[in-house]
Every structure is written in C-alpha cells, then in structure tokens.
C-alpha cells in the first residue's frame, strides 16, 4: 500500500493562506440567502445570492460577506480593493503615531566615584527626557554582599537626583547579587 505524502511546504502554505484570509468576496460567497447593504449604507433587504451578485456587477463593484455569523449573513456592495487600499494607509498611520517605550539600563557599582556617578546621572537625565524607561541596577561582587545597605543608600541618592525627571516604579530590591530599581519619564510621549 503506497501512503501519500504531501510535501512540508503545503502545511505551511495552507496555514499561511488561512490567517492572510480577511473577507469572502463575489464568488467565494456560497451562502443561499444574504442581508444586502448598499455602497451608502442603506438596507437593500434579503435576497437570494443569484440576485444580489447581479445588484453588484450592475454597479460595477465587489459583494463582500462583512458578518459571516449573522443569521442571514450580511453582505456589502463596496470597492473592495479601494476598502483594502484605504484600510492599509488607515493601519500605516496608526503604526507611524505609536511611540514605542524602551527600556534603558544604567549599572552602578557600589564604590562609584563622584564624577562616574554623575556621568551616569546626566545619561539617566537624557534617557528619561526622551520617555524612556529607566532599569537602575546594582552588581554586588564577593564581600560587597554583607553590605546591602550601601546599595540602598546609593540607589536613594541615584532616585533623589531624578526625581525632577521621572518617578520611582519600583523601589530598589535586592534579587540575587542585584538590586533593581525602575524609573519612569514624567515627560510624555510623543
């Protein structure tokens, strides 16, 4: 007995033309009966799917099945590839308004220097101006571990130097050999 086998692409293929599939349109609506809209909106009733394809191709445009669920489903007459076209610039714009807020890391080290301490406080500043989100961190090395403490005194310091630019999120906790504090912008953003 010989056993069929389809090749790996078909799978992947098939799944791929499924989820690209949005709307029926035309001939791929095999429906008896379907609630007709008109191109302006307006109700043109229940009709056999003969008679509402015939509507269409006399307006020169696309039947598309809209609410397939609905009991008659609901079919629209519409430009389907205007609706398409429009619909792609609609989600374009959408995407170009969207600011993405991204998280920026500042590591400290619990015998920082003066002039280090400031240096990575001005960066802080600039991240936090831009609406970024701030990861404040901590690495303890060897005996550094028996003195928590200092950690927490630093990362006091490092919030009270921000707190004109951003909010503390989440306090400083020890997880580990670090500790992690999170600041937020209080600019908004753009």
Not at 7 to 33: G, M, Q, T, V
Not at 34 to 61: K, Y
Not at 105 to 126: G, P, Q, V, W, Y
Request: with cysteine.
């Amino acid at each position: 007995m010989r056993v069929l086998r389809r090749p790996h692409y078909y799978y992947i293929w098939r799944c791929f033309a499924i989820s690209i599939k949005e709307l029926l349109i035309n001939e791929e609506i095999k429906d008896k009966e379907v609630r007709l809209v008109g191109e302006d909106g307006a109700q043109l009733g229940i009709l056999p799917i003969a008679e509402a394809m015939r509507i269409s191709l006399e307006r020169n445009l696309d039947l598309v099945k809209i609410a397939p669920q609905a009991n008659p489903p609901v079919c629209r007459i519409m430009d389907y590839g205007k609706h398409r076209f429009e619909q792609a610039k609609r989600e374009k714009e959408a995407r170009k308004h969207q600011k993405i807020i991204e998280t920026k890391e500042i590591r400290l080290s619990l015998n920082i220097d003066k002039h280090d301490f400031e240096t990575k406080l001005k960066n802080a500043i600039k991240f936090l101006s831009h609406g970024d989100k701030l990861k404040v961190s901590i690495r303890f090395k060897g005996r550094q571990m028996a003195h928590p403490e200092l950690g927490q005194e630093l990362m006091k310091r490092f919030a009270e130097a921000v707190l004109e630019y951003g909010t503390i999120d989440k306090l400083p906790k020890l997880e580990g050999r670090s500790m992690i504090m999170f600041v937020t912008s209080k600019t908004p953003v753009k």
